[in-house]
């Protein structure tokens, strides 16, 4: 069963517009971290947001912020205000387990975000 | 800032041929992991190491091997490369149990002809 599940191969929003990338996770695991990473075509892939599931609160960084919703197991990942410079793959990564242990990190298929001026 | 640099951006090689994939990390991380990315699978683990000279199975290792002689390098082996191998390679590392966050290097595009 997929672990990770990214619905939208592709995305577009308008520049200075907010888009919200889904992601949906299953674990039977009470402690697990969820990842957003953005990948540009130049194809580093770059850290962008971690929330942990004991974290009350949503995680922030700047213009994105994951939208947590332990219940219905999804980690949203919201960008305010898109820049040309947004347009990327996004993946969706969760490490089961504590922060112990070998942390493997599963990923989405990644979602292709364009932004238009 | 933590840095990981992999030897070669683009590499082209020949069926049968021996790959070497060099990764190097200079923040002292204990893990670290070498991906394959392909489209629409997004990235698999194919070896990670602990430590050194410790080594452990990721989802895919069939046709892999993988070394780390020392704590900053963690080389990716293609003992004999097939078509089916041309791929992006991500390397990445992390620290252990301080520090989930993954960070990755620029990748490799290997092409196998």
């Known amino acids: 069963a997929q672990k990770i599940t990214q619905t939208q191969p592709g995305m577009f929003v308008q520049e200075k517009e907010a888009v919200t990338l889904d992601c949906t996770y299953d674990t039977s695991d009470q402690s697990y971290g969820l990842f957003w990473y953005k990948q540009p075509s130049s194809g580093e892939m770059i850290f962008l947001i971690y929330q942990g599931s004991y974290d009350e609160q949503n995680a922030t960084e700047g213009r994105y912020s994951l939208n947590f919703q332990k219940a219905r197991k999804s980690a949203n990942l919201v960008i305010s205000a898109s820049q040309l410079g947004d347009s990327a793959m996004y993946f969706c990564a969760m490490r089961e387990g504590g922060s112990g242990g070998y942390n493997k990190l599963i990923f989405g298929a990644g979602t292709r975000l364009a932004v238009h001026p | 800032d933590v840095k990981v640099t992999q030897s070669s951006r683009y590499l082209v090689k020949r069926t049968g041929e021996k790959v070497f994939l060099e990764c190097v990390q200079d923040m002292d991380h204990e893990n670290m992991f070498w991906y394959r990315q392909d489209p629409g699978l997004g990235l698999r683990l194919i070896y990670f190491?602990?430590?050194?000279?410790?080594?452990e199975k990721g989802d895919i290792p069939e046709g892999y091997s993988v070394s780390r002689e020392k704590k900053e390098r963690f080389s990716l082996i293609l003992e004999s490369a097939s078509t089916n191998q041309t791929s992006m390679y991500l390397c990445a590392s992390s620290f252990l149990a301080f520090q989930d966050t993954q960070y990755f290097g620029p990748g490799t595009r290997l092409t196998v002809l």
């Open positions: 190491s602990y430590d050194v000279k410790m080594k």
